[in-house]
Structures are given as C-alpha cells and as structure tokens.
C-alpha cells in the first residue's frame, strides 16, 4: 500500500507527464488532465483491483471507463507508470501511428484501453452495461468511470442516470470532476445546470461529496465511502471538486487552458513547479 508522500510523488510526475506530452505535439489538453492527476492516481495506485495482464473482458476485475476522453494525457501517464505499457511510448503522444492518440482508441489495442471516447456523453451508458454484465456474470467487482461536469450538458448522460437507477446498478462509481470550466468558459456562463447533488438524487442515485478533489488523503477517503455505499441498491456518485490546471499556477483559475500546450518557456515552468519524482521518459 503506497503512502500519502508517495502517491503525492507519483502525482507529480504525472503531471510532468502531461505538460511535456502536450508540449512536444503543440496539441491536446492539459487543464482537465492535471486537475484529475490526484483522482487518477488514487484509482491505479490504491483503490482499484486489476491485473495489468490486460484483457478486454476484464472478469473479477474493477472496470475503469474514461467519458470525458480529451483528458487522455493524464490517463495515458497513469496507465503507463502502473505498468500496462512502457512509460517511453508516452513519447509518441499523437504522434502518426501511435497508440496513444489525442483521444483513446481500441483499434490500437492499447492495454488499459476499454472503449474509445472522443465523444463526450457516451462513457456512462458503457460503464453501466459492463456493471450489468458483472451481475449477470456473479463478478462482485466494482465498475468506475470519470466524467466532465461541461459532458453533463449531454442528454445521453441523462438517459442513462435514469436507466441505472431504475435498474438497480449499484456496483456502479460514476465520478464528475467538478471544476466548473469548459472550453468556452464557466459551466455557468455556458449553460448553468444548478445543483448536480439535487439532480443526481432526484434521479435516485447516491451522492458522495469530494470537497477536495487535489488532496489524496481526500480523494482517497471519498472513494472508499463511495465503495461503502454500492450494494445498496442504488448507482454511486462522486461529486469531486478539482481546480483545472492543478499544480501549474499559471493555468489555474481560468478555462484557457482547456485544450491549449504550453510553450517552450512555459513548460519549464511548469516543470520547475513540479519536479522529477520518478524519471521522466
């Protein structure tokens, strides 16, 4: 079990993983993927059970699955640095015929890889088939999947909060990062969705709070009381507050850099804020 410093290190190096892959390519989004370093590390360092002899059917196994897939730089780095493939290929980040494209793919058969996710709105209603899929199968492992608050604009996302509830999917862990932001600004200023624990609960799911989305202690204590609620009849939401741009002080409080690398001088910055934990690639 890895301590509190050493999931801190190991978040850190991620996110030198994400600014100098987005840098090399001048392409793909840094923002969301550092504020979810911290979540993403939790996952795959301490809180889901699987095997990195990586299988599509991912029997007795948790499930992740990624909705929000334009944060595959954090994905991408964690995926690696848990050993489902060799942390150098981060190098080829949407590069011509690399696995790792700007938004996961199955085609590529990239090990960690379940469902490609390019278009927002769509990862619930995997996630929610393959939790159905355990039951059936008599598999108590738990299915996870990570969300945008902007995607919940989506009316898919919708349709399938009901479907779950209605069904009883309760060995489900649907997370949101809350940072409030999207491409074009303000969740609010874009089109206010109100309070998400109120709609969430109206639609008949459970809602665990996460106030402090940047703090693993946080994160990690969220999702076990997460975990103490599935089995219970009823799907599992995490509400996790993050700050886009986590870590690197110059692309915090603000949407700019949703989807936007940084340049040569700003990547050293933003390298200096974080530095070399575990080597990089």
Known sequence: MPTTQQLQEFTQQVRRDIVRMVHAVNSGHPGGSLGCAEFFTCLYQEIMDYSTDFSMDGKNEDLFFLSNGHISPVYYS???????????????????????QGHPTTHEHLPGIRIA???LGQGMSVA???AQAKKLDGDNK???SLHGDGELQEGQIWEAV??????????LISTVDVNEKQ???????VLAMGSLKAKFEAFGWDVVEIAEGNN??????????????????????????TEMGNGVDFMMHTHAWHGKAPNDEQLEIALAQNPETLGDY
Request: hydrophobic share 45%; glycine share 10%; net charge positive.
């Open 78 to 100: 964690v995926l690696a640095r848990s050993g489902f493939f060799p942390v150098a290929e981060l190098d080829t980040f949407r590069k011509l015929d690399s696995r790792l």
């Open 117 to 119: 996710s390019g278009s």
């Open 128 to 130: 929610i088939g393959a």
């Open 142 to 144: 738990t299915v996870y």
């Open 162 to 171: 009901m479907y779950a509830a209605a069904k009883k999917v309760d060995n």
């Open 183 to 189: 491409i074009d600004g303000s969740t609010d200023e």
């Open 216 to 241: 693993v202690e946080a994160v990690l204590a969220g999702m076990a009381e997460a975990k103490s609620r599935t089995g219970n009849g009823k799907p599992v939401c995490v509400l996790l507050r």
